[in-house]
Every structure is written in C-alpha cells, then in structure tokens.
C-alpha cells in the first residue's frame, strides 16, 4: 500500500521504512549508552521514549517518502536509548538470581511486543497504512510509567581523579559476547526475512488456500510464544547451567530447526522447527544480557548494553547480506535453510568444548584434594 501510495518510489526505497530505524540503533547504540553512564538513565530513558512516540507517529502526518525515513531514522535513535537503558538499569535494580529472572522476564516481553504489534499492526493496516504508524502512541503509557515508578538507581562514580578505583571497562570480554550475539542475530533475522517467501513455496501450505501470508504469521507467531515462555522459566536455566552450556542449547537448537525447515515437507514439522528456533532466541538474549551484567562494572553498564544493541542491529544488517550469496548457491529456500541449520551446529562446537573445559576446571581442585 505504500508503494501503490509513493509509485514513483523504487521498492528498495519503500523496504528502508523497515530497515532504518535498525541502522540508526547500529550506529548510535554505543555512544547514547555512554550517555546515560555519564547524565544519568532515566533522564536518557525519558527523553528516548518521547522521541520513540513522536518519531514513530510522524509517519500519520507526514506526506513525503523522504519525511517519513528521516522520521524512522529518528525513530531507531529513540529505540537505541530505549534498549539501552532497560538493559542496564536492571542489572542496577536486580542482583543474582533475581536478575537473571528479570532479564528472563525481558526475552518474554519482547517476544509478547512482536507479537503485539503483528496483530495491531495488522488491524490498523485495515484502516490504513498511516494507522499503522499510530501503534507508537503506546510510548505515551510507558512514559508515564516511567516518570510514575522509575528512579535513578545509586552507582559509585569512577574516581578519576584520585584512580582509586581499578575498574575498567571490560573491552575483551565483552567482545566475545557481542560477537556471539552478533552470529545468533544473523541466523535468527532468517525467519523474519525469508521464512514467508519458503511457506510460499510449499505444498503444504498451499493447499490450505492462497493466502500463505496468514499461514506464515501463524508460525511466526507460534515461534514468538516460544521465545516468550522460555523466556518466563529462564531464571530456573542460568543457575543449573554455565553460560557456554546455555549458548550451545542455543546454536544447537537453530541448527535443528533450520535443519528441520530444509527437510520439512508438512506443516507439522514447521512448527516443530519454528518452535526450536524461538526457544533458541528466547535464551539467547537473557544469556548475553546476563553475561554483559556479570562482568562490567556498573558505571560502565550503559556502554556496555549500547553495545550489546548495536551487535543485535548489525546482525540484522548482515543477515540480509549473507542471504543472497547462500541463495545463489543453493538455489532453493529450502536448501538456504539446511544451509544456515548445519553452520548453526558448526557454531555450537565451540560452546560445547568450552563447557566441557569449564567443568573440568571446575572438577581439578577437588581431585587434587581427594589424592591429598
């Protein structure tokens, strides 16, 4: 409707309505998380959510294609500060178990979000493509939630004058975080981009009727609830498991379902795989939130959670990229997906060698006392 809407537009104009506020996440996350270190997270969270609503209904009002991407640009900026000020301020709120439990609850409300907005979305594109834009008046009930219940959380400033403190930020180790969340974006950000056009494809599908777009918003949606229930029970997972164990049951589970997708021929093993896939993500993202607050001080947590949304924004980027070479090669959606499904479990080595060294290490004094 927006393209019949701008017809002068080319499509991949039309298709950056969906993709800019991504970039925009990618390319400010870091340094408005290094804002809100430095004035504080809720003046950041604040002012983020404002620009969320405003920026995300200028698309109702406005009446030129490049004031409508200049809107979502604005948008993503608003998104970035979001992400990362909730990302960091629960970590300040929480310790232990009922921080992981938190940022369980988190991978549940983002999945819940989707899901949400597919269905709102949907209803108000019903009444018109600008409606759609209005599903961002719902940042009006969450800034007032904010200002109502949220406070700035007590954190010990670095002493740079005096250095007394010998916290760092912890560049190294975060590092192998984002880039984990880097590869777990990519695979996942397949479903949203590729899964439609495979349902339209099948068989299977068709035979239920001709609109395959439905059938493939069902999965979606199911794949969403997956995410969004792991999520709830994901503070019971982090204290029986390391993390490496946790990232591994999370390549290996989008290795299954990708790999299921390549060989499904019924409906029915799209779900299975579509359920395996979001029960990948669902963990992923507490898993990385929870290591990032593991190992940064707090008054570096703003930074550190920039940079974990930008990892995930780039991933999206490079999903999209690392698509057209794969399907050059293997020619069909299916074969695409067996594809990504056996890089998946290639990816899970790794966190499963780590796994096991970890438990050895952690079995080796015990050992040398016994013999003692």
């Given at each position: 409707m927006?393209?019949?809407?701008?017809?002068?537009?080319?499509d991949?104009?039309?298709?950056?309505?969906v993709?800019?506020?991504?970039?925009a996440?990618?390319?400010?996350?870091?340094f408005?998380?290094?804002?809100?270190?430095k004035?504080?997270?809720?003046k950041?969270?604040?002012?983020?959510?404002?620009?969320?609503?405003?920026?995300?209904?200028s698309?109702?009002?406005l009446?030129s294609l490049?004031?409508i991407?200049?809107?979502?640009i604005?948008?993503?900026?608003?998104?970035?500060?979001?992400?990362?000020?909730?990302?960091?301020?629960?970590?300040?709120?929480?310790?232990?178990?009922?921080?992981a439990?938190?940022l369980?609850?988190?991978?549940?409300?983002?999945?819940?979000?989707?899901l949400?907005?597919?269905?709102?979305?949907?209803?108000?594109a019903g009444?018109?493509?600008?409606?759609?834009?209005?599903?961002?008046?719902?940042?009006?009930?969450?800034?007032?939630?904010?200002?109502?219940t949220?406070?700035?959380p007590?954190?010990?400033?670095?002493?740079?004058?005096t250095?007394?403190?010998?916290?760092?930020?912890?560049?190294?180790p975060?590092?192998?975080?984002?880039v984990?969340?880097?590869?777990?974006?990519?695979?996942?950000f397949?479903?949203p981009?590729k899964?439609p056009?495979?349902?339209?494809t099948?068989?299977a599908?068709?035979?239920?009727?001709?609109n395959?777009a439905?059938i493939?918003?069902l999965?979606?949606?199911?794949?969403?609830?997956?995410?969004?229930i792991i999520?709830?029970f994901?503070?019971?997972?982090?204290?029986?498991?390391?993390?490496?164990a946790?990232?591994?049951?999370?390549?290996?589970?989008?290795?299954?379902?990708?790999?299921?997708?390549?060989?499904?021929?019924?409906?029915?093993?799209?779900a299975?795989?579509?359920i395996?896939?979001?029960?990948?993500?669902?963990?992923?993202?507490?898993?990385?939130?929870?290591?990032i607050?593991?190992i940064?001080?707090?008054?570096?947590?703003?930074?550190?959670?920039?940079?974990f949304?930008?990892?995930l924004?780039t991933?999206q980027?490079?999903?999209?990229?690392?698509?057209?070479?794969?399907?050059?090669?293997?020619?069909?959606?299916?074969?695409m997906?067996?594809?990504?499904?056996?890089?998946?479990?290639l990816?899970?080595?790794p966190?499963?060698?780590?796994?096991?060294?970890?438990?050895?290490?952690?079995t080796?004094?015990?050992?040398?006392?016994?013999?003692?």
């Open positions: 927006i393209s019949e809407a701008f017809p002068d537009a080319p991949s104009l039309i298709s950056m309505i993709t800019l506020p991504s970039l996440i990618a390319l400010t996350g870091i408005i998380g290094a804002l809100s270190d004035i504080g997270k809720i950041v969270l604040v002012a983020s959510v404002a620009i969320f609503t405003v920026a995300g209904c698309g109702y009002f009446t490049p004031a991407l200049v809107g979502r604005i948008l993503g900026v608003g998104i970035a500060g979001i992400t990362c000020t909730t990302s960091s301020l629960i970590p300040c709120y929480y310790e232990g178990i009922a921080r439990r938190v369980g609850y988190q991978a549940a409300a983002m999945g819940l979000g989707v949400i907005l597919e269905m709102s979305g949907g209803l108000l009444i018109s493509w600008r409606a759609t834009f209005l599903i961002y008046l719902i940042g009006i009930v969450i800034l007032a939630g904010v200002l109502l949220m406070r700035e007590v954190i010990p400033k670095i002493q740079r004058d250095g007394a403190s010998d916290e760092t930020f912890p560049t190294a975060l590092l192998l975080g984002y984990t969340l880097f590869m777990g974006s990519v695979l996942f397949l479903m981009i899964f056009y495979f349902i339209a099948m068989d599908a068709r035979i239920l009727g001709e395959t439905l493939s918003g999965f979606l949606g199911i794949m969403g609830c997956a995410a969004s999520g709830i994901y503070g019971r997972l982090t204290w029986r498991f390391h993390r490496y946790i990232l591994a049951s999370t390549f290996a589970l989008f290795g299954i379902g990708y790999c299921s997708l390549g060989l499904a021929t019924s409906l029915p093993l799209v299975f795989a579509v395996c896939i979001g029960l990948g993500n669902g963990i992923l993202m507490p898993t990385i939130l929870t290591w607050a593991a940064t001080p707090k008054q570096f947590l703003g930074r550190a959670s920039g940079g949304s930008v990892a924004n991933g980027f490079a999903s999209t990229l690392a698509i057209v070479p794969v399907i050059a090669i293997t020619a069909t959606y299916s074969n997906f067996l594809a990504f499904g056996c890089i998946a479990l990816l899970a080595l966190y499963a060698l780590a796994t096991v060294r970890v438990r050895n290490e952690a080796l004094p015990q050992t040398i006392k016994v013999e003692n």
